[in-house]
Structures are given as structure tokens and as C-alpha cells.
């Protein structure tokens, strides 16, 4: 998108955010279409979000069009996977979603 609008003049600035703490687990549905209503300990324990949307908008107003923010470092790692081996980033993904439903369905 940014090479068809260049001639355009209009940016596109791409944000890679990291976790933030927000209420989205609180109000995320699940596969099965029930509430998940539960504050996951990454998200509890991320970035403020006044401080993000700082960083977000300073950045853009600085011309940066890549902009990773509130990242840890295996996030960073997982953005650098995306792009130089994402067939081995998409089977680690996969098997980290199956591990945490199969330890979710324990729980229940």
C-alpha cells in the first residue's frame, strides 16, 4: 500500500505493537463463542497505553513509517522470524496455541 499511495502523499505507517495493557482479554470470545472474561498475565503486565499512543504519534510525526512499540524481545525475535523464516514462525505459533488450549481445557 505504501508504494501505491507514495505518489499520493499519503504515509503509511506500519505499528507492530507489543502487549499493552488494555481490557482486550477481558472482552475477547473464544472459538466456541462463550466470554473469555480473564485478564492474561501478558497483557496485565504491558505497556501503559497513554505511553504507547505516545510513542505511536511521536514516531509518525518523526517520518518513522516502521514502528515497533512496547515490544519485548521475543517479539521482536517473532518479527524478524516473519520475515526471514515464516513457515518456522507459523509451526512455533501453532504449537504454542495448542499447548495453551490443551492446558486451558485442563483447568476447566
Known sequence: MRSELTTSNVDVHVVS????????SMSAIQGDGTAYSKMDSTTANGADADEVAFTILTS????????V???SFSAK?????KFFAPN???RMLV????KGHLESKKTE
Request: hydrophobic residues 45%; charged residues 25%; proline residues 3%.
Open 17 to 24: 505493537p507489543g502487549y499493552i495493557k488494555t481490557n482486550l
Open 60 to 67: 509518525v510525526a518523526k517520518g518513522q513509517t516502521d514502528i
Open 95 to 98: 504449537k504454542r496455541f495448542e
Open 77 to 81: 525475535v517473532g518479527i524478524w522470524l
Open 88 to 90: 518456522f514462525l507459523e
Open 69 to 71: 512499540v512496547a515490544s
